[in-house]
């Protein structure tokens, strides 16, 4: 039986993909036109989207393992902005 995949992880696809076809897109009107303004802005911005899209995704997959484990183990684990 084949595994749902699940909605972050096809938001993070997205993303990526969208980064790819925002930076293709950028370097040839960059190349077309010969201007090098696009790449202050364009590249940026989309950095940051990916950088702020996978920090929120490691956090929420680190909070479900801790879930896991706590099923596991039967414990509270304490991370180190818990403490």
Do not use: C
């Amino acid at each position: 039986m084949k595994q749902k995949t699940e909605f972050s992880k096809k938001l993070l696809y997205v993303i990526f993909t969208v980064t790819g076809i925002i930076i293709a897109f950028t370097l040839v009107i960059v190349w077309k036109t010969g201007d090098t303004t696009p790449l202050s802005f364009l590249i940026p911005a989309i950095f940051t989207e990916v950088a702020t899209a996978t920090g929120f995704y490691y956090w929420k997959a680190r909070k479900e393992n801790e879930i896991k484990l706590m099923q596991i183990y039967g414990e509270k684990l304490v991370g180190k902005d818990e403490e």
